[in-house]
């Protein structure tokens, strides 16, 4: 017998060899037949793997991020099935679960077009409706050499997984074989609703030199309506694209001169300093300084960080008075020679210093996207210094600020507890002293989380924040991120109440992240129109005729002198088409002003609010909106 340690701490007893489908189905019918996979000891498998000892184990839903993944990889595996009967020549590569789907990259056909979407999506229901089991089974080189004949990339991947020791695993459902860890439900008949979603390019490995590939993009549900709740959704989201808006509201350009590296617009660079006069403000407030490094750096420091050694696939370099330099990518090596400058006490600390840096990574031209994947950001960083007595305080201390600034613009967020990856610096004792540091902060907050393993940075655990807008979508923006490596590499050091040199702890944090990224959520997340505050135009003045444009041009230079973001349109057109104009503009205030208007001192407000419209004095309109704009209303 082995115990086993279920929800709640509960614990029973089952025999060994007991698989997780059957302890779920021992508890209830209904758990049962809604389980996707199983989390055993905290890793994700198939509810068919066997338990041979004690155990913790937790039986994963579609309502799961691993059962949703495991949910979506078998229809992944269903879709791959379909193609390869309809188009039997195809050869296929990879087949990944995403965070709403999945895609699977195809070569030996021609790009699929949408009317054979829907051949796909028919052949993918025969396969849902006959409930296919899916099994999976362990092989040895030579069987996955022959089962793989003639699909070269699988054979690739086969020759790949077998030098760097990997067991080599194979997903069975039918007439359709897959080389894949898993996990996998246990049969094809949960995928009730299925969607091929679109198709685009995709090279090989990511390898420009290598074959282009068909990547086709789908996703599946439970249930038809959440199906059809999820393509709503999407269609908000192509109403909503940061791109289409951003070029339509004239805040930035994406140039040809420049991939990934964006443009910003007039109206677009008003947008980015109302952001980071709010974050100057808000950090001045909770005790940081600002600081500003250098651009570019040395090899030697880059050597000192780890980041030469780690990270230098995503840097660019160049050579200066024959030395290596590199392009930062990160601002905290630079961070660590600031805290150096000059030397410091117990009393100093914690001593917290935020940084608006210029950073560059290298990112591959297909990742590419908008505002939201570039390869040029400003990262609103911030660097804490201090002993370990101040761990927790100060981790709770940026999860506020973070709160604070994320609940302004309105989103909901969770938060992950990213632990040690396997390419990482330092010893195993740091580590779990640093995971325990946040851990404590947590659970002091009474905030709940979920352990995200193995994806810590290189050098300590990190806390992400995950925000959820206006459509439900989420975005990793924020993160907290323990050290214990860097200031040992740097060499960092306070004197201590002993009057003893000691070593202080960091935290690396971003709250904004890439403030360019959160501007593209940003412009998603209100579809374009703005708080007030944030606006890059706030009201507009639209004369009726010739004869009230130099009342209009007077009140705008009344707001102007106030502080108030504001423009005349004066142009010789119908009042109709400019009122509208400003409406697709989504400016948050017209003042439309004729003879009346002229005669009274007023201005008739048409506002995005109409609690907020009518006819007003210019006094009126002027402090109700300066309110509006000092509460940062939404």
Known sequence: MIRVTLKDNVVKEFEAGVCPADIAKSLGMGLYKVACAARVDGEACDLRTPLEKDCSLEILT????????????????????????LWPQAKFGIGPALDDGWYYDIGGVEPFTPEQFADIEAEMKKIVKAD????????????????????????????????????????????????????????????????????????WRGDASRDSLCRVYGTAFPKASELEAHLAMLEEAKKRDHRKLGKELGLFALMEEGPGFPFFLPKGMLLKNTLIDYWREVHHKAGYQ????????????????GHWDHYKQNMYTTVIDDTDFAIKPMNCPGGMLVYKTQPHSYRDLPLRVGELGLVHRHELSGALHGLMRVRCFTQDDAHIFMMPSQIKDEIIGVVRLIDQVYSLFGFEYHIELSTMPEDHMGALEDWEMATDALKAAMDELGRPYEINEGDGAFYGPKLDFHLVDAIGRTWQCGTIQLDFQLPERFEL?????????HRPVMVHRVVFGSIE???????????????????????????ISEAHREYARKVAAELDEAGIRVTVDDRNEKMGYKIRQAQLEKVPYMLVVGAKEMEDGTVSVRARKEEKGGTKTVAEFKAQILEEIASRER
């Open 290 to 305: 600002e600081v500003s490094t250098p651009m570019i750096l040395n090899r030697s420091l880059w050597e000192r960080s």
């Open 132 to 203: 296919l089991p899916v099994e999976k089974r362990f092989i040895t080189l030579e069987e996955g050499r022959e089962l793989f004949a003639g699909q070269d990339y699988k054979l690739e991947l086969l020759e790949e997984y077998a030098e760097k020791g990997w067991q080599l695993s194979i997903y069975t459902q039918g007439d359709f074989t897959d080389l894949c860890a898993g996990p996998h439900l246990m049969s094809t008949g949960a995928l009730k609703a299925v969607k091929i979603l679109s198709t685009a390019s995709a090279y």
């Open 517 to 543: 990224r959160f501007i593209g959520i940003l412009i998603e997340h209100f579809a374009g129109a703005f708080p007030v505050w944030l606006a890059p135009e706030q009201v507009r003045m639209i004369p």
């Open 493 to 501: 050091e306070y004197i201590g109440e002993d009057g003893q040199k």
């Open 62 to 85: 579609f309502e799961d991020k691993d059962g949703k993944h495991a949910f979506w990889h078998t229809a992944a595996h269903v879709m791959a099935q379909a193609i390869q009967h």
